[in-house]
């Protein structure tokens, strides 16, 4: 504006000054015109020589971590200031109302470094940029607008959740066994723990793990179940309640993310399909690098707009089904009994519980139906921390108990070691 301004007033003086035949004032005017076009040209030089970099740090980051994105801009003197915004979604953003925004003086000769925070509340793949860019000379005359760098991409993964123990995942109507082929007995133990329970034998506490936490944990020497097990997450929009990072259908993914990095570095074979058959995830080698597929996966998958549940008929009762399900209906459970007849275990999320609706009686209907198919169902509130989710899942009375019951709004601690109990 103030180039512009100057501009302007010359060529007016200028002109003024040849109708008046003025001399001195039309080099006071060509001077007023030139000084401009000068800054022009300097920011114009400024632009070319600039090299600019961005490194997001880690570039993978979990829901709810901190990642810090480094710019370094190096290149020859500035000629004035250099103004850069950065391009960060709202979601991503450290501040939903500005965006990260910087002005360099000078750059050494090493450059200039300069760094901000991204705190992604939501998983999914995002866009951090371009990065724009705003030269100047050094008396404000001018300035060039332009894109600096391309956006950079990163991966927000869905949290995961430590787990412990394994849920029945057979049916108990097909007399498939009742650890849905997880072995107790010798052999070579997973060293699962949990908190000690009135009636376990003092011989099987795990006496590392309850000097670290303080209190008695159990060992169970549990292998994994060779078959596998199939992990199901109905992600239909319709079926979740809620926005963002505290919606239902975002809570279903964390359990579902969490249950398969616990089985896969159990060792055991994960394939994890959506809720019309389709696989989204196949079984693979196993180790950290099926883990990165799953999480990858979870990461950038988004709802869908189908409505029913359930899909081609499963060939055969080798695989445990582990079903993570929002709201049910009997059309849906009828769909997930033909597609799974031999049985499975699901997990219900009551989500009017996310809608702020209270508690949903077709959510405890569904889990009666499911239970005479025989199913094995575990109805989990609004709110509940998925560990206990889990635990209520693998038979923990207590964590059963407190799901039936209010739903807690904080992590919650397993119970102290009981009166009587002998270190």
Do not use: K, N
């Not at 099987?204 to 936490?213: E, L, N, Q, T, Y």
């Not at 359990?255 to 990095?261: E, L």
């Not at 709004?409 to 109990?421: F, I, L, V, Y």
């Amino acid at each position: 504006m103030r180039g512009r301004c100057l501009l302007a007033g010359g060529a007016a003086m200028t002109v003024s000054a040849v109708v008046l035949d003025e001399r001195d004032l039309v080099r006071i005017g060509l001077f007023v015109v030139l000084l401009p076009a000068l800054a022009w040209v300097f920011a114009r030089r400024a632009r070319r020589t600039l090299t600019v970099s961005r490194t997001l740090s880690p570039a993978r980051v979990p829901a709810g971590d901190t990642v810090t994105a480094t710019l370094r801009i190096a290149g020859g003197a500035l000629l004035g200031a250099l103004r850069i915004a950065d391009t960060v979604p709202d979601a991503v953003g450290s501040s939903e109302r500005y965006p990260p925004r910087f002005t360099v003086h000078r750059l050494g000769r090493r450059g200039a470094r300069v760094s901000y925070p991204l705190r992604p509340a939501v998983r999914g793949p995002y866009r951090i940029g371009p990065l724009r860019g705003r030269g100047t000379d050094p008396l404000g005359l001018a300035e060039f607008s332009r894109d600096l760098l391309a956006p950079d991409r990163l991966l927000v993964l869905p949290r995961v959740t430590p787990l412990i123990g394994r849920p029945v995942v057979g049916s108990t109507a097909v007399g498939r066994s009742a650890d849905g082929g997880s072995r107790q007995g010798p052999g070579t133990p997973d060293v699962l723990i949990r908190p000690y329970q009135q009636g376990d034998e003092m011989r099987r506490v795990h006496w590392r793990s309850s000097a670290r936490r303080d209190e008695l944990m159990v060992r169970l020497d549990d292998t994994p179940d060779p078959t596998g097990i199939t992990v199901l997450l109905d992600r239909r929009d319709s079926a979740h309640r809620g926005h963002g990072a505290a919606s239902s259908l975002e809570y279903a993914v964390e359990v579902a993310a969490s249950v398969s990095v616990h089985l896969l570095r159990r060792g055991e074979a994960v394939d994890l399909v959506l809720e019309d058959g389709s696989v989204l995830v196949p079984a693979g080698s196993g180790g950290e690098d099926d883990v990165a597929r799953h999480l990858d996966a979870l990461a950038e998958l988004r709802p869908s707009a189908t409505t029913g549940l359930g899909g081609p008929a499963a060939d055969g009762p080798a695989q445990g089904v582990l079903a993570v399900l929002g709201a049910t209906s009997a059309d849906d459970v009828s769909g997930l009994l033909t597609a799974h007849p031999y049985g499975g275990h699901a997990i219900l999320l009551d989500v009017e519980g996310w809608a702020g609706s209270g508690t949903g009686g077709g959510t405890r209907e569904a889990a009666t139906r499911l239970r005479s198919a025989g199913w094995q169902a575990t109805v989990v509130p609004a709110g509940f921390p998925v560990e206990q989710a889990w635990a209520a899942a693998c038979g923990d009375t207590t964590a059963l108990a407190a799901a039936d019951g209010a739903a807690p709004t904080g992590r919650a601690r397993p119970s102290r070691t009981p009166a009587g109990a002998g270190r």
